[in-house]
Nanobody
Framework: QVQLIESGGGWAQAGGSLRLSCVFS????????MGWFRQAAGKEREFVAG????????YYTDSVKGRFTISRDNAKNTLYLQMNTLKPEDTAVYYC???????????????WGQGTQVTISS
């Protein structure tokens, strides 16, 4: 069973920064691209950013390009999302997951962790 544990969310003012972490583990947790997703209240979960297993390739949804940076440390089984110049519309619960394929926006697993809440005030 894959395990995904997100942390690092909280409250910030618009223009501020937060860094999210996701610790991953389980028998099917190595060798795959990973991504961050988010779900705002009343909306569907959406893809935010993706990264290859080796961390040598990244891509982002348009609304966060230039503001968010995804990275990973496989030695620590940890995925990160550095979020800068935050906006109120970034308010959501953020989740990590493995990706079905690099370059795509679909998760590999139907299992999700508990997520971490990010709230940005104007």
């Amino acid at each position: 069973q894959v395990q995904l544990i997100e942390s690092g969310g909280g409250w910030a003012q618009a223009g501020g920064s937060l860094r999210l972490s996701c610790v991953f583990s389980g028998p099917a947790s190595s060798g795959y691209s990973m991504g961050w997703f988010r779900q705002a209240a009343g909306k569907e979960r959406e893809f935010v950013a993706g990264i290859t297993w080796f961390g040598d390739g990244t891509y982002y949804t348009d609304s966060v390009k230039g503001r968010f940076t995804i990275s990973r440390d496989n030695a620590k089984n940890t995925l990160y999302l550095q979020m800068n110049t935050l906006k109120p519309e970034d308010t959501a619960v953020y989740y990590c997951n493995f990706l079905l394929q690099y370059g795509g926006t679909l998760p590999r697993h139907g299992y999700w962790g508990q997520g971490t809440q990010v709230t940005i005030s104007s």
